[in-house]
């Protein structure tokens, strides 16, 4: 299946992000969109709207998880929220 966006467009979609966010976001999508970047955007949104609501203890663990299950996108949504927050680091 080929991609529906130019790379220009995926660049102005992924340039609100950082760097490391938009790598997990490209590689996500390669590996499980074909290569769409619009569902694997909404996944890291979704995994970073789900750790908000987490206390500091439940992002560690659910962070710790993911890295150990291959969950890159849901370990770098985690990370950021930590960040964001304050929580203690790992």
């Known amino acids: 299946m080929s991609r529906t966006q130019t790379p220009q467009a995926e660049n102005e979609q992924l340039a609100a992000y950082p760097t490391a966010i938009q790598e997990s976001i490209r590689s996500e999508a390669e590996t499980w969109f074909y290569g769409r970047i619009e569902p694997a955007i909404e996944m890291y949104e979704s995994h970073r709207k789900w750790a908000l ?3 500091p203890e439940q992002r ?3 962070k710790s998880g993911a890295w150990f ?3 890159n996108l849901k370990c770098a949504a985690i990370g950021v929220v930590q960040r964001e ?3 203690p680091t790992d």
């Open 53 to 55: 609501i987490l206390t």
């Open 60 to 62: 560690r663990f659910h």
């Open 69 to 71: 299950a291959n969950q």
């Open 85 to 87: 927050l304050g929580d």
